[in-house]
C-alpha cells in the first residue's frame, strides 16, 4: 500500500514491548511518530533506539508519541533491549512492536523487496492528532538517521499549523520564517503588524509568531 502525505493512517492492532497496540486509540489526541529498523541486534539500530530514547523528554515536549517496530518477536525485542541500555546509557522507554507476521510493515509499505524483501527499511511515518500522514521518511539499513531533523519537522509542522508560515530552508526553533504566498500584503499587515523583511514579492521573512 503507498500511503501519501494526507492520508488517513492505516489502524492496526499489533503486539509491542509495552503489551497490545491499538494504534488510533493509542494515538489519541497526540501526535505520533512511527518509524521501523531492519534488524534487531545489529549496530546501527542499536545506536538509532538509543538516541531515540534519550530524545523522549524532546517528543513529550512536542506531545508527541513514538512506536519503534521491526519484523522480530517479542521475546527477541525483550533480550535486545538489554544491549540498547548497556551500551547506549538509554534504556528503552517507547514501545516496540513486535512485526513477526509483517501485519504492520505490509500495511504502511515498510518492506521494500529491492533493498530486501524480509526486513523493514528505516521508515519513519509523522503523524497529526487528526490520524492524518504529515511526513514520511524512508533510509537505507546502512544509514542511521537524524532524528534532530525528525524533531525538527515535528516543530516546523506544528508551528505552521498555527500561523500561516512556512519554514525556510535548515529552519531551527526561533529563526525567522516565511509569509505563505496565499497570504497577500494586505492580510499580512493585519497578521504580521511589526511588518516584515520583502526580498521578493514571493520571499516576505518575518519573525517567528507565536
Ligand atoms: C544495522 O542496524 O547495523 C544494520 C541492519 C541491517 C542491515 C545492515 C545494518
Redesign the pocket.
Known amino acids: 500500500m503507498t500511503l501519501r502525505l494526507g492520508d488517513t493512517v492505516p489502524d492496526f492492532t499489533q503486539e509491542s514491548t509495552e503489551g497490545t497496540i491499538h494504534f488510533h486509540e493509542w494515538i489519541g489526541d497526540h501526535w505520533a511518530i512511527l518509524f521501523s ?3 534487531n541486534f ?5 545506536t538509532e533506539l538509543g538516541e531515540v530514547a534519550r530524545l523522549k523528554p524532546e517528543f513529550e515536549k512536542r506531545d508527541v508519541k513514538v512506536a519503534g517496530l521491526s519484523v522480530d518477536p517479542l521475546d527477541s525485542h525483550a533480550r535486545w533491549a538489554a544491549d540498547i541500555a548497556e551500551t547506549q546509557g538509554h534504556a528503552l522507554n517507547f514501545p516496540l512492536l513486535a512485526d513477526a507476521d509483517r501485519k504492520v510493515s505490509d500495511l504502511y509499505g515498510m518492506v521494500h523487496p529491492n533493498a530486501n524483501d524480509t ?1 523493514t527499511v528505516r521508515s519513519v511515518f509523522i503523524i497529526d492528532p487528526n490520524k492524518k500522514l504529515r511526513l514520511t521518511l524512508t533510509y537505507p ?2 544509514t542511521g538517521r537524524n532524528f534532530a531533523e525528525i524533531l525538527r519537522v515535528v516543530d516546523s509542522l506544528q508551528l505552521t499549523d498555527s500561523h500561516k508560515v512556512a519554514t525556510p530552508v535548515n529552519w531551527q526553533q526561533g529563526d525567522d520564517v516565511i509569509i505563505v504566498p496565499a497570504v497577500d500584503n494586505e492580510q499580512a499587515r493585519a497578521l504580521f503588524p511589526d511588518g516584515w523583511d520583502e526580498q521578493k514579492p514571493y520571499l516576505r521573512l518575518v519573525k517567528q509568531p507565536g
Open positions: 529498523h531492519p534488524k545489529t549496530p546501527v539500530c542499536t526486513l539499513a546502512s
